[in-house]
């Protein structure tokens, strides 16, 4: 079945540790994004990527960082210089990402539920 | 300034009855795609239903219809018969085609259905 994987489901990280969060897709979307989640809230992005090794800032990237090395992935990693990492996150990905185009929906993954100790 | 606005944080319905998420929306790009997604408690977004700035008719899928009025910059989410299973947040969201990767979301509603 075509679809996204994220993992773990649940990650717990100490204080001052990195951590990295995976993110797989073989819809072969050429756009991957990372978004953020806090309870009650709506979605923050992170991050987001058109292409292989190309990627750019979101809205709140300070403290996380991406690679873009394979089509099909797209791991977060959730760095010491975050100081409020807990949080849910969410992995998307759409068809395309050309100028002009608004049909493509995001698919999404069932996220990762970060807790810092 | 907010480009998605979702007034209502929570709302209750009696299973069975149709029940109206409210949307309205900011942008001066007359391209733009309008989205509205379902999250269950489990976390999963879930797409329900798309409309086009250019689209002459409202959008459909099964018991979802999207109650688009442009002038209005609104695009309100209408679940008939409701479901028990309907409960979850959902969150509208908009894609403009000057900004072509980027969605915004709204902060969603609550749904809650009734038995």
């Known amino acids: 079945d075509g679809g996204i994987t994220q993992s773990p489901k649940y990650l717990f990280r100490k204080e001052g540790q990195n951590v990295t969060l995976s993110c797989e897709q073989n819809?072969?979307?050429?756009?991957m994004y990372w978004y953020r989640q806090d309870p009650g809230q709506g979605l923050r992005l992170i991050y987001y990527s058109q292409i292989v090794n190309d990627f750019q800032k979101g809205d709140i990237a300070e403290g996380y960082s991406v690679s873009r090395e394979k089509k099909e992935s797209f791991p977060l990693t959730v760095t010491s210089a975050q100081k409020n990492p807990t949080a849910f996150y969410l992995c998307a990905s759409s068809r395309s990402e050309r100028q002009g185009l608004t049909t493509d929906t995001q698919y999404f993954g069932p996220g990762t539920r970060l807790t810092v100790l | 300034a907010q480009k998605i606005t979702q007034t209502q944080p929570g709302m209750f319905v009696q299973e069975k009855e149709a029940v109206t998420l409210d949307c309205t929306y900011d942008?001066?790009?007359?391209?733009?795609?309008l989205f509205w997604y379902k999250q269950p408690s489990s976390g999963e977004m879930i797409f329900l239903i798309y409309q086009g700035s250019y689209d002459q008719q409202n959008a459909t899928e099964g018991r979802y219809s999207l109650n688009f009025q442009k002038a209005r910059k609104s695009a309100n989410l209408v679940i008939s018969a409701s479901q028990l299973g309907d409960s979850a947040m959902y969150f509208c969201a908009m894609r403009e085609a000057s900004y072509g990767q980027n969605f915004v979301f709204g902060p969603g509603t609550r749904l809650s259905v009734l038995p």
């Open positions: 942008t001066s790009d007359p391209s733009y795609g």
């Open positions: 819809l072969n979307h050429d756009a």
